[in-house]
Nanobody, 128 residues
Framework: VQLQASGGGLVQAGGSLRLSCVLS????????MGWFRQPPGEEREFVAA?????????YYADSVKGRFTISRDNAKKTAYLEMNSLMPEDTALYYC?????????????????????WGQGTQVTVSS
């Protein structure tokens, strides 16, 4: 399984970006998907997760709730993270994550330790 993340970049505070993550090598619809981020000098932290099922359940870190939206398109084998009202504190390397064995709630409550597959990371930099 490979995850290819893209869409990062440099944006001014208040701006928007959309990250994409394409999964190859297996059936995308069987994977719960998530996004994590690692700010400079800090540990990786949970951002958002989405379940694999129809009527998808989503989870968000408190710091991004109301500003970020996670979604998925099973036909395109792609997960997205729409980021609005970006703030300098959102500056980080963003990683997509996937796992076929756990639920989105597991990703939310237990974090990175439950993830089997990671993308390579895409840099998001928000200037003030």
């Amino acid at each position: 399984v490979q995850l290819q993340a893209s869409g990062g970049g440099l944006v001014q505070a208040g701006g928007s970006l959309r990250l994409s993550c394409v999964l190859s090598g297996d059936t995308f619809s069987t994977y719960a998907m998530g996004w994590f981020r690692q700010p400079p000098g800090e540990e990786r932290e949970f951002v958002a997760a989405i379940s694999r099922y129809v009527g998808q359940t989503t989870y968000y870190a408190d710091s991004v709730k109301g500003r970020f939206t996670i979604s998925r398109d099973n036909a395109k084998k792609t997960a997205y993270l729409e980021m609005n009202s970006l703030m300098p504190e959102d500056t980080a390397l963003y990683y997509c994550a996937a796992d076929p064995r756990v639920r989105a709630s597991d990703i939310y409550y237990r974090g990175a330790s439950v993830i089997d597959f990671w993308g390579q990371g895409t840099q998001v930099t928000v200037s003030s």
